[in-house]
């Protein structure tokens, strides 16, 4: 069997992994120029920043033992700073007992770690699929890639619906506004901020999460860092916002929370427009074509997370090996 994983975020590589590990030929079709999707960290003031996924938990058993793995191999790490909650205008401490883990150094460690080079396409943005006897890819630049038994669309449900113009009978299956946009700042501080929080839930404003980038294990300390998110309905709402804007109201924001002066000493801004799950009780699960041989799957399935990616993954890799 030769398969076609189009998309190399969590979800794709670790459906790929699988099946790999089974005997299977798998060929991956990414379109950034590095694997791990929203769970990228971008280069950033000498190391690496999070950007899109902050931290991730691990409650199912076989995701939990993926991550002793990779703890064991050095990829990640507990995440133990002191979370708080800004709430009506307070800022409260918030602890509880969760376990909470980070890629090391950076959020795709793992994800990047042991990526077999050849059987991936970077910088390989698939914009038509077609089927005739098997399946026919082509590439934004011309390519074409055939010979594929088995598709799986490893992307947020808007991205699949663009690619599948030919009838496998998923269109009217795939949730639409399921997914949606996020807004991201990180701000690296002149001079630092002096209250112990390492994360902020916020519950009021235009923002969702605040977090002390460099209180996280292995990430660089010399500058002070932050990342801050927008939320959902503030990053709709203001999807075409200039970057310099968002940067500035974000940086206000942190003032206010923190009450103590945010110097920033530089910026760099993320738009991501399928970030978060509108409503997590809604899980269409993996999506599958009756007419082609077709899976369409991410974390949306299982109600968006980082282990709900993988766990997509893991059951899109079992839907084809048992059938
Ligand atoms: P993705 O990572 O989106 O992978 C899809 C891949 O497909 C991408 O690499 C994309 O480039 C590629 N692609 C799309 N279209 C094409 C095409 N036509 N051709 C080729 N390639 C294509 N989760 C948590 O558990 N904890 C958090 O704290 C958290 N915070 C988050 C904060 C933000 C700002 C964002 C954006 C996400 C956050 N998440 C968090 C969610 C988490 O990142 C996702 O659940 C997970 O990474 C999704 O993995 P995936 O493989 O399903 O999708
Ligand atoms: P989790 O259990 O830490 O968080 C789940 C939710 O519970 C949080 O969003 C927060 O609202 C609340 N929460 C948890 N601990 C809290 C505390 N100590 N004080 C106050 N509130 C607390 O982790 P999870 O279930 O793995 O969820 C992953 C996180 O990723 C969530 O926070 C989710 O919102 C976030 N996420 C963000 C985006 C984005 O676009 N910014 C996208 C996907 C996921």
Not at 19 to 38: C, I, P, Y
Not at 109 to 133: F, G, H, K, M, W
Not at 246 to 258: D, K, Q
Request: glycine share 8%.
């Amino acid at each position: 069997m030769k398969v076609a994983i189009i998309g190399a975020g969590l979800a794709g590589l670790r459906c790929g992994q699988v099946l790999q590990a089974a005997g299977v030929s798998v060929s991956w079709f990414e379109k950034s120029r590095a694997v791990a999707g929203r769970m990228s960290a971008k280069r950033l003031w000498g190391g690496h920043v999070d950007l899109g996924a902050q931290y991730f938990t691990a409650r199912n058993p076989a995701f939990i033992q993926q991550v002793h793995q990779w703890q064991q191999a050095g990829l990640v790490a507990p995440w133990l700073g002191s979370i708080y909650r800004y709430q009506d205008n307070h800022l409260v401490a918030s602890p509880d007992s969760e376990l909470r883990y980070v890629g090391m150094p950076a959020m795709h460690s793992p994800l990047r770690a042991n990526v077999p080079d050849t059987a991936i396409q970077l910088n390989c943005r698939i914009t038509e699929l077609q089927y005739t006897d098997n399946w026919q890819l082509t590439a934004s630049d011309g390519s074409q890639f055939t010979g594929f038994d088995q598709l799986v669309l490893a992307i947020p449900p808007a991205q699949a619906r663009n690619l599948l113009t030919i009838d496998t009978g998923l269109q009217q299956q795939l949730p639409s506004q399921l997914l949606l946009p996020c807004h991201a700042v990180a701000l690296q501080l002149s001079q630092a901020i002096s209250h112990e929080a390492a994360a902020i839930f916020v519950r009021q404003g235009p923002l969702c999460w605040a977090a002390r980038h460099s209180s996280k294990p292995g990430r660089l300390t010399e500058h002070q860092q932050w990342v801050l998110h927008f939320n959902a309905g503030y990053s709709q709402q203001h999807v075409d916002t200039a970057a310099e804007q968002l940067i500035s109201v974000a940086a206000s924001e942190l003032s206010t929370m923190l009450a103590e002066p945010v110097q920033v000493k530089d910026s760099c801004h993320h738009r991501w427009l399928y970030a978060s799950v509108a409503n997590p009780a809604e899980q269409p699960g993996l999506l599958k074509s009756d007419q082609l041989p077709c899976l369409v799957i991410g974390d949306w399935c299982f109600g968006g997370r980082v282990e709900n990616a993988w766990l997509a993954g893991q059951a899109a890799a079992e839907e084809l090996l048992n059938g």
